[in-house]
């Protein structure tokens, strides 16, 4: 479990097809690997990695072929800025939301203006994530732990502060930008809670009709 408050930036040393596996080194000297041992979990723009070897300077992970075809590892190459946090601990601080780094999809920036010192993004996500998706809610874009100001749509909008701009690589992003999305896991819970017994259909899902029928929607 992550919190999705950033604590390093990386960058991409390696990342190579081993064995039918990508393995995937990050140089992180502003990451503080005293505490972490073989098989911890660090995220890695927000997708949950293993520690497979590390030194003071960086650490590698084995990364599977659906994990590169599912989120924004497909894009990453040599020099590629990365977020980094490591797992939660007892005594962690939970500053952002719980967040479990596994990507529920890809999103894409759509639209980038500057609003006073901050920067308002709208991104665009799957038909099929926007459901979970809340104004005032918690996103996790490649990450980083967000409020959702607004949503239309298949699209939402979150505003970044100049702090979050300069310790993340949101910085760097620019239109058409594909981003690894976790949508609040209360929202996918609750889903599930409202199917019932439903939620054993492997045709169940949530439509108007039946959220009508159970007092939810006119």
């Not at 075809?69 to 939970?94: C, D, H, I, M, Y």
């Amino acid at each position: 479990m992550f919190t999705g408050i950033i604590e390093a930036l990386g960058s991409v040393s390696d990342l190579k097809l081993r064995d039918k596996e990508w393995r995937l080194k990050i140089a992180c000297p502003r990451l503080d690997l005293s505490d972490v041992q073989l098989g911890d979990s660090i995220a890695v723009n927000g997708c949950c990695l293993t520690v497979t070897a590390f030194d003071d300077n960086s650490f590698s992970a084995d990364v599977s072929n659906e994990t590169m075809s599912l989120t924004s590892f497909q894009t990453l190459k040599n020099g590629s800025l990365v977020n980094l946090e490591k797992a939660l601990t007892p005594q962690s601080r939970l500053g952002g939301h719980l967040v479990s780094g596994h990507v529920d999809g890809l999103g894409e920036l759509v639209e980038k203006h500057e609003d006073g010192a901050s920067w308002r993004l709208t991104f665009r996500v799957p038909d099929g994530l926007a459901k979970y998706i809340a104004q005032k809610g918690s996103i996790c874009i490649d990450g980083t732990s967000l409020t959702v100001n607004a949503v239309a749509g298949a699209c939402f909008d979150v505003n970044i502060i100049p702090h979050t701009q300069q310790e993340t690589i949101i910085h760097t992003y620019k239109v058409g930008q594909k981003v690894n999305i976790e949508v609040d896991q209360i929202a996918r819970y609750l889903e599930r809670l409202i199917l019932g017994d439903r939620a054993a259909d492997t045709n169940s899902g949530l439509t108007r009709a039946f959220l009508a029928s159970h007092g939810f929607a006119d």
